[in-house]
């Protein structure tokens, strides 16, 4: 465990980050949401440092797991799912649904 990079900043950095986005989509209108959507994606892999980030949307019934946006950094392939991420990604899909605050 030692040797895994750590990603996840501090609670009060991630909180800070967290808080700059929700201040951008506070003052945008409607018309700009989507592309605000994919630049707070960005912006997310750069303070994060991670590879890729993406939004993503339970089914109704929670039988079925989309990406509605994602990002990729520069040097990786994009992040292109138009399918059931619950049927290609189970694991994940459980976890995120285990996840009562995050999810529902």
Same mark, same amino acid.
């Given at each position: *465990?030692?040797?895994? $990079?750590?990603?996840? $900043? ?12 929700? %201040? ?6 409607? &018309? ?26 339970? &089914?109704?019934?929670? %039988? ?11 040097? *990786?392939? $994009?992040?292109?799912? %138009? ?6 990604? $189970?694991? %994940? ?12």
């Amino acid at each position: *465990m030692a040797n895994l $990079p750590q990603v996840i $900043p501090h609670s009060q950095q991630f909180e800070t980050l967290v808080a700059d986005l929700a %201040t951008v989509f506070a003052r945008i209108p409607a &018309s700009d949401i989507d592309q605000e959507i994919r630049n707070g994606l960005r912006y997310f892999i750069e303070r994060l440092g991670v590879d890729r980030s993406a939004l993503l949307e339970f &089914s109704a019934d929670q %039988t079925a797991l989309y990406a509605l946006y994602a990002y990729a950094a520069p040097e *990786m392939r $994009p992040f292109i799912y %138009t399918e059931d991420l619950k049927q290609k990604f $189970p694991w %994940t899909a459980d976890k995120l649904l285990g996840a009562v605050g995050y999810c529902r």
